[in-house]
């Protein structure tokens, strides 16, 4: 089993609804998860940490499910902006993290 | 979040020849990271350059192939030495604090080996 999975998509969604993503990881030990967003040709850019107890930052919701070692983003009111990959990231170690491979997401009009 | 700055931001060069990629943090981080981001795939971590001391390398790098240094906490540098076309990649530093907290990268090197 790979150590952090993702359903690479793509997501084709139209504006205005509801999208969301999974990540399985196999490190039963990890502590710190966190969802990032990368844009074509661009850096990663954090979108956010996802807490034991969950945490919404606007249309953005992501929760932990340490029972079944994964993590989930949920995208409310999709924009076309929203167009992206997503990535997971799971610490691996001290201070490390292993990604996913991203779950791309299409937004139409 | 720190600001991060990565030069070259992109390199055409021929087989054999090595190039050092920069990275510079606008304050002062515990750990610096490079990371590979080959077409189509996600981020694999190359080593994590460490302050004062030799970097850690991931399984499957070794320093010859690609020498760090970290004079200091804020900057970094990468060597991709003797190239061949299957190092044409993306490569990234980013940095964060230790504890397995958030990590912010920088805009990546655009590597082309011919």
């Known amino acids: 089993r790979k150590e952090v999975e993702q359903d690479p998509g793509p997501f084709n969604v139209p504006e205005g609804a509801t999208v969301a993503f999974n990540c399985t990881y196999s490190?039963?030990?990890?502590?710190?998860f966190f969802w990032y967003r990368q844009d074509c040709r661009k850096e990663p850019k954090l979108l956010m940490s996802?807490?034991?107890s969950g945490n919404e930052d606007g249309r953005f919701t992501a929760q932990l499910n340490r029972a079944s070692q994964y993590i989930s983003l949920l995208i409310r009111d999709s924009k076309l902006s929203d167009s992206a990959t997503y990535l997971c990231a799971v610490n691996s170690g001290y201070s490390t993290l292993t990604f996913g491979k991203g779950t791309m997401l299409l937004v139409s009009p | 979040s720190a600001v991060i700055s990565q030069k070259p931001s992109r390199d055409i060069c021929q087989r054999g020849t090595s190039l050092t990629i920069q990275c510079q943090v606008d304050s002062q981080v515990t750990m610096m990271f490079w990371y590979r981001q080959q077409p189509g795939q996600s981020l694999t971590l190359i080593a994590t350059?460490?302050?004062?001391?030799?970097?850690?390398?991931e399984s499957g790098f070794v320093i010859d192939k690609f020498p760090i240094s970290r004079p200091n906490l804020t900057f970094s540098t990468l060597t991709v030495s003797n190239m061949s076309p299957e190092d044409s990649s993306i490569y990234l530093c980013?940095?964060?604090?230790?504890?397995?907290?958030?990590?912010?990268f920088g805009p990546g090197t655009r590597l082309t080996v011919l």
């Open positions: 996802v807490y034991s």
């Open positions: 980013s940095s964060g604090l230790a504890g397995g907290n958030e990590q912010f």
């Open positions: 490190n039963s030990a990890s502590q710190s």
């Open positions: 350059a460490n302050q004062g001391s030799e970097a850690t390398y």
